[in-house]
């Protein structure tokens, strides 16, 4: 069977890519390794009529949604090679199997690399996050920690000033943050600390305190640790698709790559903000391309 379109990836992006092309009457296989980003978090939030759902549950109610549309089908399976012949794309997976399709989405989204402190994955997802949108607000007027060897550690503490005061700002040992910066965060109330951390300390994933390399410990009840996003799949970079500066894959903002007939959706195409509603509606928005450059192509047909 040659499908019209192959949709890699099972998250919000391609779920709801899937849901667009299902209802346009395009057939859809949509293949997914059933191992979400966001498994660790227990509740989703800043989606409308979704606000504070698990993510199994989103995705429970989505796939139920999806595979009401006869011509979409799910293949549970890990994609491991995809090549592309004159006029379609061949995607092969795990099982052996091999999907022929017109159209290629990749929304495999990303994957992250935290910074490694002692400590942390006991707490990630229960009292240390990476988003102060999906989760300041659970969080609020509580004594914070934000940790990040990002250059963005400015940005985001200014962010989350807004959900705390009490708040503790940590470079690990890094420089990116100037002295007027430091300052200014003082001024605010905020707490600058340079020194590597050395370690989270707390119990039964509640964090109690920050344990710096030098020997100090400074009494915490959350906060933040921002990752390195990176691609999680090679699969667009194998199509020869180019990449953006940040590392996501470069479209022309509607879904389309620089390579004919290969389309990204949701993290994969942009790494921040990593929001549910933000890939729902880009896998929407694609799905919407790619239907009309499938309506093209048909009706241009002699």
């Not at 959350?222 to 970079?237: A, D, K, N, R, W």
């Amino acid at each position: 069977m040659l499908y019209d379109c192959a949709i890699i990836g099972g998250g919000p992006a391609g779920l709801n890519a899937a849901l667009v092309l299902g209802r346009a009457r395009r057939s859809v296989a949509l293949i997914d390794n059933n191992r979400p980003r966001n498994a660790v978090t227990h509740a989703s939030h800043g989606f409308i009529t979704r606000d504070g759902v698990t993510p199994a549950e989103f995705r429970r109610v989505a796939y139920e949604e999806v595979l009401r549309y006869p011509s979409v089908y799910h293949l549970q399976n890990e994609v491991i090679s995809v090549a592309k012949n004159e006029s379609e794309f061949e995607v092969s997976d795990s099982s052996g199997l091999r999907v022929q399709a017109r159209k290629l989405i990749l929304a495999t989204g990303v994957k992250e690399i935290f910074p490694e402190i002692e400590g942390f994955y006991a707490f990630y997802g229960k009292s240390l996050f990476n988003c102060p949108y999906c989760d300041g607000w659970e969080l609020r007027d509580q004594p914070l920690v934000l940790v990040s060897n990002s250059s963005a550690i400015y940005h985001t503490a200014k962010l989350l000033l807004n959900w705390s005061k009490d708040l503790l700002v940590c470079t690990n040992g890094q420089t990116f943050l100037s002295d007027e910066q430091k300052e200014r965060l003082q001024a605010k109330g905020a707490v600058v600390m340079e020194q590597p951390v050395a370690a989270f300390v707390g119990h039964d994933g509640q964090l109690e305190y920050v344990s710096f390399t030098d020997g100090t410990q400074v009494p915490r009840a959350g906060g933040f640790v921002t990752p390195q996003f990176v691609q999680s799949g090679e699969l667009g970079e194998r199509l020869g698709c180019e990449r953006t500066e940040s590392g996501g894959l470069q479209t022309d903002g509607a879904g389309r790559t620089s390579i004919p007939g290969v389309y990204a959706a949701g993290d994969s195409s942009y790494f921040m903000p990593s929001q549910l509603i933000f890939a729902a509606a880009d896998g929407s928005r694609t799905a919407a391309s790619v239907n009309l450059d499938l309506t093209e192509e048909d009706f241009n047909e002699c």
